[in-house]
């Protein structure tokens, strides 16, 4: 079936540093979605991917997905407090039971 | 639209006790899904749905029960509480998955504890 593996688990930076999470997946994805949960909160849609090699910005996010649509990365640039959660990928394949990536907890001190 | 609701927010029972966790949503989608989150985890697939009359089991359904006798609602029932059931559920729906932009919208989550 199909695995997912996101790296890191966690990851602690200052504020104002960049950060990346990686979303791998052993199988090829129809598309893939990542989602934010913040601190006793629920997940949140952020966006979802479709195309091979496409890139997508909010702000100073910016989401990729790979061209072999087998991977995706999210980057953060200069992390702020306020993106303190964790950030969830969510790829999208061949069945309807969609299993979430582990997921990466994002900390910065400020 | 009030989106996906869950009762209750929190639960405590006992060993053996049997409960239903609610889920609704008013969005009419067909894809809802129950998800499990223990603490410093990430989220695991109790049971999905694409429809009503339609269940699947998800990566975790033991111990667990659902139906879905209507679009809208989408219960879980834990058969018989034990201790490793202590944890967050969260409900969640959707388009059906590859329909397009088929977001998951989640509800506040039950904060569930099995003495």
């Known amino acids: 079936g199909q695995q997912v593996m996101q790296i890191p688990q966690y990851q602690h930076v200052q504020e104002g540093e960049d950060f990346t999470t990686y979303c791998n997946s052993s199988t090829t994805l129809s598309n893939i979605q990542w989602y934010k949960q913040r601190p006793g909160g629920h997940p949140v849609f952020l966006i979802q991917?479709?195309?091979?090699?496409e890139v997508k910005k909010q702000k100073r996010l910016t989401f990729q997905f790979g061209e072999a649509k087998k991977n995706s990365s999210l980057h953060i640039t200069a992390t702020q407090t306020t993106d303190v959660g964790t950030y969830f990928c969510?790829?999208?394949?061949?069945?309807?039971?969609?299993?979430f990536g582990t997921g990466t907890l994002l900390a910065v001190q400020p | 639209n009030a989106g996906v609701t869950q009762t209750p927010k929190f639960q405590v029972l006992k060993t053996g006790q049997s409960m239903t966790l609610q889920c609704a949503q008013d969005?009419?989608?067909?894809?809802m899904s129950w998800y499990r989150q223990d603490p410093g985890m990430g989220l695991r697939l109790i049971h999905y749905?694409?429809?009503?009359?339609?269940?699947d089991q998800g990566e975790v359904p033991n111990g667990y029960n659902v139906s879905r006798s209507t679009t809208e609602d989408f219960p879980l029932r834990l058969l018989s509480a034990a201790p490793s059931q202590t944890s967050v559920y969260f409900c969640a729906s959707s388009l059906i998955p590859g329909t397009g932009a088929y977001e998951q919208y989640f509800g506040p989550g039950t904060r569930l504890t099995v003495t």
């Open positions: 991917l479709v195309k091979s090699g």
């Open positions: 969510f790829p999208g394949g061949a069945t309807n039971k969609l299993i």
């Open positions: 969005m009419n989608h067909e894809y």
């Open positions: 749905s694409v429809g009503a009359g339609i269940t």
